[in-house]
């Protein structure tokens, strides 16, 4: 049962995930570390937190730590904070009576997971074998009943247990074989895969408020553009993003999104601060486009239809996953103002310029480019005024207000219905 120590570092084992779990023994329990950090210590990555499975329940586990409590309600863990770092501290689970309808939804799902369980039962309740590599680390012992090491190893992701009931099970799991196959460059066993490939309609049963998390460790981990890719090859993308999936049929909307997140991508390697409503903003921005065209083909205004296509856009998008409004908000900024970027007469650069999100704005013009659109070579001319002395500054501005056509002077069409003729009516 007990494999030997391989190679694990101690070193990279937080200190304070090692008082847990001597404290708990200490009073009697038994607790291991688990999950990703033992994962990824194997594999000799620094683990970015710590797990701990126990078999003390959670007021138990809250009584014994003075800066801990309790959260989730689906799953009840304890969360015990040391500093900034939190340690999870998760009781030993086991598995449910399939009698009880009440704990599960029509298609097989897992809606409470309270049932607390005994060690062996906590390994196989766990959702890949290389997930349940349980360590002591008094003892320094590896204890690996669903055979993780060897998947670890071979670099393989595999469920404990059948992928199709697993994944109905809990949809999730989807999204997370997909997550980790992204960061550990971790390959699917066939079998997992063709069953993400053919069951991935399931996520839609997931709260959207679960999917919007899901979603940020996909794309704000570091390896979203590798996440992106997996999510097309497993036809999971569609199931998250509807709109943004459809409209990469005749738009350039793959390519935009997978610079964005490339870019992210590499910000997070740089240490630099990042944004989920930059990444948004590119899966939807030809969607939103397109929602604001045919508003104003309808006879609404520019401003109108920006904002009116805005609201529908993310509003539909708030059914699959959730879009906090700090999120939202500069979201729209970023689109809002891509039709501000090319008025550049005047004071208006310089105005422009002072904007909170011009940064943002200005890094995905580049990105639309890139994408291939056309924009008459905008982003080299806002690269340009950024960088040059006042002399210049007021050169460029005359010679892009030479070239301004005068405003026409149009007459409002009369206002259509804005939702006739849209997919979906919000
Ligand atoms: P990360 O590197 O992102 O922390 P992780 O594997 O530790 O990866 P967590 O979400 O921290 O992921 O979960 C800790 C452990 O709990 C997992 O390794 C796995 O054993 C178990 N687990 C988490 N989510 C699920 C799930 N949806 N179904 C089954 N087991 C799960
Ligand atoms: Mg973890």
Same mark, same amino acid.
């Given at each position: 049962?007990?494999?030997?120590?391989?190679?694990?570092?101690?070193?990279?084992?937080?200190?304070?995930? @090692?008082?847990?779990?001597?404290?708990?023994?200490? #009073?009697?329990?038994?607790?291991?570390?688990?999950?990703?950090?033992?994962?990824?210590?194997?594999?000799?990555?620094?683990?970015?937190?710590?797990?701990?499975?126990?078999?003390?329940?959670?007021?138990?586990?809250?009584?014994?730590?003075?800066?801990?409590?309790?959260?989730?309600? $689906?799953?009840?863990?304890?969360?015990?904070?040391?500093?900034?770092?939190?340690?999870?501290?998760?009781?030993?689970?086991?598995?449910?009576?399939?009698?009880?309808?009440?704990?599960?939804?029509?298609?097989?799902?897992?809606?409470?997971?309270?049932?607390?369980?005994?060690?062996?039962?906590?390994?196989?309740?766990?959702?890949?074998?290389?997930?349940?590599?349980?360590?002591?680390?008094?003892?320094?012992?590896?204890?690996? @009943?669903?055979?993780?090491?060897?998947?670890?190893?071979?670099?393989?992701?595999?469920?404990?247990?059948?992928?199709?009931?697993?994944? $109905?099970?809990?949809?999730?799991?989807?999204?997370?074989?997909?997550?980790?196959?992204?960061?550990?460059?971790?390959?699917?066993?066939?079998?997992?895969?063709?069953?993400?490939?053919?069951?991935?309609?399931?996520?839609?049963?997931?709260?959207?408020?679960?999917?919007?998390?899901?979603?940020?460790?996909?794309?704000?981990?570091?390896?979203?553009?590798?996440?992106?890719?997996?999510?097309?090859? @497993?036809?999971?993308?569609?199931?998250?993003?509807?709109?943004?999936?459809?409209?990469?049929?005749?738009?350039?909307?793959?390519?935009?999104?997978?610079?964005? @997140?490339?870019?992210?991508?590499?910000?997070?390697?740089?240490?630099?601060?990042?944004?989920?409503?930059?990444?948004?903003?590119?899966?939807?921005?030809?969607?939103?486009?397109?929602?604001? =065209?045919?508003?104003?083909?309808?006879?609404?205004?520019?401003?109108?239809?920006?904002?009116?296509?805005?609201?529908?856009?993310?509003? #539909?998008?708030?059914?699959?996953?959730?879009?906090?409004?700090?999120?939202?908000?500069?979201?729209?900024?970023?689109?809002?103002?891509?039709?501000?970027?090319?008025?550049?007469?005047?004071?208006?650069?310089?105005?422009?310029?002072?904007?909170?999100?011009?940064?943002?704005?200005?890094?995905?013009?580049?990105?639309?480019?890139?994408?291939?659109?056309?924009?008459?070579?905008?982003?080299?001319?806002?690269?340009?005024?950024?960088?040059?002395?006042? =002399? $210049?500054?007021?050169?460029?501005?005359?010679?892009?207000?030479?070239?301004?056509?005068?405003?026409?002077?149009?007459?409002? $069409?009369?206002?259509?219905?804005?939702?006739?003729?849209?997919?979906?009516?919000?």
């Amino acid at each position: 049962m007990n494999t030997p120590l391989s190679n694990i570092d101690t070193d990279k084992i937080s200190t304070n995930a @090692l008082k847990v779990v001597k404290r708990l023994q200490d #009073k009697g329990y038994q607790a291991y570390l688990v999950g990703g950090c033992i994962r990824d210590l194997l594999v000799g990555k620094s683990p970015k937190d710590f797990d701990v499975a126990t078999d003390a329940h959670p007021e138990e586990v809250r009584d014994l730590f003075r800066n801990s409590r309790i959260v989730g309600k $689906r799953f009840r863990i304890v969360h015990v904070r040391f500093g900034r770092e939190i340690v999870e501290v998760t009781t030993f689970r086991g598995p449910h009576d399939e009698q009880y309808d009440e704990n599960h939804s029509d298609s097989g799902m897992t809606l409470s997971d309270n049932v607390y369980g005994s060690f062996e039962e906590d390994v196989f309740r766990r959702d890949f074998a290389m997930n349940a590599v349980y360590y002591q680390p008094q003892t320094k012992e590896i204890i690996d @009943l669903a055979k993780g090491v060897n998947d670890i190893s071979a670099a393989k992701i595999k469920t404990i247990g059948e992928p199709e009931s697993r994944l $109905r099970e809990d949809p999730v799991r989807m999204l997370r074989a997909v997550r980790f196959q992204a960061k550990l460059q971790f390959e699917l066993e066939d079998e997992l895969s063709n069953s993400i490939a053919s069951l991935g309609y399931l996520v839609q049963d997931v709260s959207p408020a679960r999917l919007f998390e899901e979603v940020l460790k996909l794309f704000m981990s570091g390896n979203g553009a590798a996440a992106f890719d997996h999510l097309m090859e @497993l036809d999971l993308y569609g199931w998250l993003f509807p709109d943004s999936r459809r409209s990469m049929e005749g738009n350039a909307t793959s390519a935009l999104v997978k610079l964005a @997140l490339e870019s992210t991508d590499r910000r997070i390697a740089d240490d630099m601060p990042v944004t989920p409503a930059f990444i948004y903003a590119a899966m939807f921005w030809y969607p939103f486009v397109e929602e604001k =065209e045919r508003l104003q083909e309808a006879g609404a205004t520019q401003v109108e239809a920006s904002h009116e296509a805005a609201n529908n856009i993310i509003s #539909k998008q708030q059914l699959f996953t959730s879009v906090p409004r700090r999120f939202t908000g500069p979201m729209r900024d970023i689109w809002f103002l891509q039709f501000r970027l090319p008025n550049r007469f005047g004071q208006k650069p310089d105005i422009l310029i002072q904007h909170k999100r011009f940064r943002a704005a200005y890094d995905f013009l580049l990105l639309r480019e890139l994408a291939g659109e056309k924009t008459g070579d905008l982003g080299a001319w806002w690269t340009e005024y950024q960088e040059a002395d006042d =002399e $210049r500054r007021s050169a460029m501005k005359q010679s892009s207000g030479q070239k301004r056509r005068r405003k026409r002077n149009r007459k409002k $069409r009369p206002r259509k219905n804005p939702n006739e003729g849209m997919f979906w009516q919000p």
